[in-house]
Structures are given as structure tokens and as C-alpha cells.
């Protein structure tokens, strides 16, 4: 086989695994920010006419994200977003009660000068989109100080977990996010000054508090749904 005929083969294959991985990002992006509704139907044409791509790389970012548990096949040719039910709502909060409080306590013990002020200015701009009413943009800062925690504690493996979790999250929070309001953001002041103090076990209650309180609200609008399509209607 003639050598110079290598350098291009690898070139194509990279670009072509860089295409899979951009829609997989993208569509995982829309997801976390709530820009699918629960129950959405989604179809590969649509999602490539829009992302302006052939349909195969959308139909491998499909088929991961429903190994990701993030969409549902309900049948060969229709994909849904899932809706959260409360028992599966529960379950994941409890799990992120645990990995995240993880996350904060490692966070406050490795917080860097520019750690902090990172956290700072996502606060800051979360406060200043929720002033504006801006809850796209409140939702999305709200996502990355999360994982922002995860990037700081510098734990890869949680991280990857969290997004798994959060893939399945963003849908219901993001129907919630406004109804919360300010207690979407409040326990975030208090987890920002236990880092800054390197307090990790203020940290890990903060966090503690910011997932259950905001939880409420929306395993409230999760109940309800459920009452009303038991109730048929």
C-alpha cells in the first residue's frame, strides 16, 4: 500500500468522527437547556435540515442519546423526550444529592484564584439574567455552575455521570426554572462562599440545599402532570 494514500484515509475518518461528536454535543446541549419539551417528537430530517448536516450523523447522535437514556424509541420510525415521572425524578435527585455534594466538598478543597472567579461571574450573570427575566439564558448559566463544581473538583469520571443525569434533567427543570425563580439561584451564593472558605462540608450542605429546594418545584409539576393524565385530561 502506498504511504502518501495513509495521511488522507485518517484525515477523513477524524472529520468524520468530529461531525458525530459536534451533533452529539449539540443535540445533548438542546436537551440540557430544555429546548425539547417533554414528549417531543423528533425526526432525523427535521434535526439535520436544521443543524444543516446529512441525517447519518444525527441518526448516531439519536441512537446515543437514547443509550444515554435522553430519548425514547417508541417505534422504528418515532423518538421521544421522555417525560420524567416523579419515582425516576426522585431517584436522580437522590444520586445527585450524592455526586454533586462530592463534587462541591472537592471543589472547595481545590478552588484556584481563577476558580473563584469563575464561580463569581456565573453567579453575577445568573442573578443578572433572572433580574432581566432572561430564564434561557438563567437556565443554561444555572447548568454550567453545576458542572462547573465538577470541572474545579477536577473528577472526569463524575462529570461524565453528571451529564448523563443532567441530559435527562433538562427538559423538567427548564419547564420549572421560572416558577422557581430566586430559589433556582440562591443556594449558589452560599456554596460560592464556602469555597472561597474552603469550607468543604458548607460547601456540600449549599449544594444539598440549592438540589432539594429547587427540586420541590419541579416534582410539584411533575405530580401534576402525572394527576392529569391519569385523570385523563
Not at 421560572?178 to 430559589?183: E, I, L, N, S, Y
Request: hydrophobic residues 45%; glycine residues 6%.
Amino acid at each position: 500500500m502506498d504511504d502518501r494514500s495513509r495521511p488522507a484515509f485518517r484525515l477523513d475518518a477524524l472529520e468524520r468522527e468530529n461531525l458525530n461528536q459536534t451533533i452529539y454535543s449539540r443535540l445533548s446541549e438542546a436537551l440540557m437547556k430544555g429546548r425539547f419539551a417533554p414528549d417531543a417528537r423528533l425526526t432525523i430530517r427535521d434535526l439535520a435540515q436544521s443543524l444543516g448536516t446529512s441525517v447519518t450523523p444525527v441518526r448516531d447522535a439519536i441512537l446515543r442519546l437514547i443509550q444515554d437514556e435522553a430519548l425514547v424509541q417508541k417505534s422504528a420510525r418515532e423518538v421521544r423526550v421522555p417525560v420524567m415521572t416523579p419515582a425516576r425524578y426522585r431517584e436522580i435527585r437522590r444520586i445527585r444529592l450524592k455526586l454533586e455534594g462530592l463534587a462541591a466538598r472537592e471543589a472547595a478543597v481545590k478552588a484556584q484564584p481563577a476558580d473563584l472567579e469563575r464561580l463569581r461571574d456565573l453567579v453575577a450573570r445568573n442573578e443578572e439574567a433572572i433580574a432581566r427575566h432572561d430564564w434561557a439564558a438563567a437556565l443554561e448559566l444555572n447548568q454550567t455552575f453545576h458542572f462547573a463544581l465538577a470541572d474545579i473538583a477536577d473528577m472526569v469520571v463524575l462529570r461524565g455521570i453528571l451529564h448523563r443525569l443532567w441530559l435527562q434533567m433538562g427538559p423538567p427543570i427548564a419547564e420549572s426554572y421560572q416558577a422557581g425563580g430566586r430559589v433556582m439561584i440562591d443556594h449558589h451564593h452560599a456554596v460560592l462562599r464556602a469555597i472561597e472558605k474552603a469550607d468543604p462540608d458548607a460547601a456540600e450542605r449549599a449544594i444539598g440545599r440549592d438540589i432539594g429546594e429547587a427540586g420541590e418545584i419541579i416534582l410539584e409539576r411533575l405530580c401534576a402532570r402525572q394527576d392529569t393524565e391519569r385523570g385523563g385530561g
